[in-house]
């Protein structure tokens, strides 16, 4: 009887055991959306030899197979997928950089802007504008000045390639949800490399021609980047208010309500959403609520119903929408939209409204990330990843106003309404 007791308190003993490393493990790897754990490492350090890459990529195979549920949506057939980049892992992968960007163009490949590896990489820690295909810079930090870089400047080359030619070769390594975040997510990165850290950059300023050679650092030389402020709001004249949500972070709650305050008696209203990729949806839905008329069900749960706050706009409101528009800022877009209560003025987003992002290990340490969830529709039937939201107006920035520090859109809605900037 004591044998038979003893061998039920050791079997329970080690079930806990292995459940506790179970949760462990799910803890750091399937519930890392934050990214706090994520381990990052340059291409020529990654903790991986040449005699494992094959062993490393079957388990991120097996891995992504095995939660990237989208893939069926998007019609695309894992044994395929793996067997071209197999064939490039036997043919074409030599080094660890070579293996590198080989993961970088796979992820790609899985047309999700939430599918990528972890990679660091040398930067001038800016990102340009993108505009009818061309690319400027605007608004430089000082290491681009001090390196000889000037407001307006467009880029013409990159290392001696045209830049649209350079963003066409090099779209097959950066994820988007969409071809055209796909082009827009390849632009954003001229100022990054995660091979070089030099870059040779051909640049019109006015009537001249310049080139510019360009040291990029290690990302650590920058330290944190320091973004744009949350929420940032004015009154554009007597009638029309302003407000830009720049994230959708818990801060930008809190600092959205005293914005609105100001603004809320006025009869026309504009949000500005197209420098918002980052935050949760949930505080997405706190500022909805004051945007709302009727109570009505989130697009990512419908169980989940916002209802309109007491002091809720009563104007007409309009939101301005961009490609950068990403992730919870969607899905506030797409509650706006789904109440009839907005008009949409901008260009398509970028067409990746999800939740259920995790960060996964390879056996030998890359990380990477990925969306876990099946493909979702919202309330009144719009598709959530896969397919940016289309403005009821499109309007695009034009290179003449950008160049005159117009802003083409913002002016669209001023004009409509008579207003003047």
Same mark, same amino acid.
């Given at each position: 009887?004591?044998?038979?007791?003893?061998?039920?308190?050791?079997?329970?003993?080690?079930?806990?055991?292995?459940?506790?490393?179970?949760?462990?493990?799910?803890?750091?790897?399937?519930?890392?959306?934050?990214?706090?754990?994520?381990?990052?490492?340059?291409?020529?350090?990654?903790?991986?030899?040449?005699?494992?890459?094959?062993?490393?990529?079957?388990?991120?195979?097996? +891995? %992504?197979?095995?939660?990237?549920?989208?893939?069926?949506?998007?019609?695309?057939?894992?044994?395929?997928?793996?067997?071209?980049?197999?064939?490039?892992?036997?043919?074409? %992968?030599?080094?660890?950089?070579?293996?590198?960007?080989?993961?970088?163009?796979?992820?790609?490949?899985?047309?999700?802007?939430?599918?990528?590896?972890?990679?660091?990489?040398?930067?001038?820690?800016?990102?340009?504008?993108?505009?009818?295909?061309?690319?400027?810079?605007?608004?430089?930090?000082?290491?681009?000045?001090?390196?000889?870089?000037?407001?307006?400047?467009?880029?013409?080359?990159?290392?001696?390639?045209?830049?649209?030619?350079?963003?066409?070769?090099?779209?097959?390594?950066?994820?988007?949800?969409?071809?055209?975040?796909?082009?827009?997510?390849?632009?954003?990165?001229?100022?990054?490399?995660?091979?070089?850290?030099?870059?040779?950059?051909?640049?019109?300023?006015?009537?001249?021609?310049?080139?510019?050679?360009?040291?990029?650092?290690?990302?650590?030389?920058?330290?944190?980047?320091?973004?744009?402020?949350? %929420?940032?709001?004015? +009154?554009?004249?007597?009638?029309?208010?302003?407000?830009?949500?720049?994230?959708?972070?818990?801060?930008?709650?809190?600092?959205?309500?005293?914005?609105?305050?100001?603004?809320?008696?006025?009869?026309?209203?504009?949000?500005?959403?197209?420098?918002?990729?980052?935050?949760?949806?949930?505080?997405?839905?706190?500022?909805?609520?004051?945007?709302?008329?009727?109570?009505?069900?989130?697009?990512?749960?419908?169980?989940?119903?916002?209802?309109?706050?007491?002091?809720?706009?009563?104007?007409?409101?309009?939101?301005?929408?961009?490609?950068?528009?990403?992730?919870?800022?969607?899905?506030?877009?797409?509650?706006?939209?789904?109440?009839?209560?907005?008009?949409?003025?901008?260009?398509?987003?970028?067409?990746?409204?999800?939740?259920?992002?995790?960060?996964?290990?390879?056996?030998?340490?890359?990380?990477?990330?990925?969306?876990?969830?099946?493909?979702?529709?919202?309330?009144?039937?719009? +598709?959530?990843?896969?397919?940016?939201?289309?403005?009821?107006?499109?309007?695009? +920035?034009?290179?003449?106003?950008?160049?005159?520090?117009?802003?083409?859109?913002?002016?669209?809605?001023?004009?409509?309404?008579?207003?003047?900037?």
């Amino acid at each position: 009887m004591k044998k038979n007791l003893f061998k039920l308190l050791a079997g329970f003993v080690l079930l806990l055991a292995v459940a506790y490393v179970g949760i462990y493990s799910y803890s750091k790897f399937y519930q890392n959306g934050d990214e706090e754990d994520v381990v990052r490492h340059y291409m020529t350090d990654i903790p991986v030899e040449p005699s494992q890459f094959k062993e490393d990529f079957d388990d991120i195979h097996r +891995q %992504v197979e095995k939660h990237y549920k989208l893939y069926k949506q998007k019609g695309i057939s894992m044994d395929s997928l793996y067997n071209v980049f197999a064939e490039k892992l036997k043919n074409e %992968v030599k080094t660890k950089t070579d293996y590198c960007r080989m993961l970088m163009e796979y992820f790609a490949s899985l047309n999700s802007g939430n599918c990528y590896a972890y990679f660091k990489e040398y930067t001038a820690n800016f990102c340009p504008t993108l505009i009818d295909g061309r690319v400027f810079v605007n608004t430089l930090n000082d290491y681009l000045r001090d390196n000889g870089f000037r407001e307006k400047d467009e880029i013409v080359s990159i290392d001696g390639i045209k830049t649209k030619d350079w963003i066409e070769t090099n779209r097959k390594y950066f994820s988007g949800s969409t071809p055209e975040a796909k082009t827009f997510n390849t632009a954003m990165n001229v100022f990054n490399n995660p091979i070089d850290s030099v870059r040779i950059y051909t640049v019109k300023r006015d009537n001249d021609t310049l080139t510019l050679c360009l040291p990029l650092k290690k990302s650590e030389y920058f330290g944190v980047a320091p973004g744009l402020y949350p %929420v940032e709001y004015k +009154q554009l004249n007597a009638s029309v208010g302003y407000i830009a949500i720049n994230s959708m972070k818990d801060e930008s709650v809190e600092l959205f309500d005293s914005a609105y305050n100001k603004v809320k008696k006025l009869p026309f209203l504009i949000i500005d959403i197209r420098r918002n990729s980052t935050g949760s949806s949930e505080n997405g839905i706190k500022i909805c609520q004051s945007l709302l008329k009727n109570e009505q069900p989130h697009c990512m749960n419908k169980k989940t119903i916002m209802t309109p706050n007491p002091n809720t706009y009563k104007g007409k409101l309009f939101l301005l929408i961009d490609t950068y528009t990403y992730g919870a800022a969607e899905c506030f877009a797409i509650d706006l939209l789904e109440s009839g209560n907005v008009t949409l003025v901008g260009k398509t987003t970028g067409g990746d409204a999800v939740n259920s992002i995790r960060t996964y290990c390879s056996r030998h340490g890359i990380y990477f990330r990925l969306p876990t969830h099946s493909q979702k529709k919202s309330p009144k039937d719009f +598709q959530m990843e896969g397919i940016g939201i289309k403005p009821h107006y499109m309007v695009e +920035q034009n290179v003449i106003d950008f160049l005159d520090d117009r802003d083409t859109q913002l002016n669209y809605i001023l004009n409509w309404l008579g207003g003047d900037d």
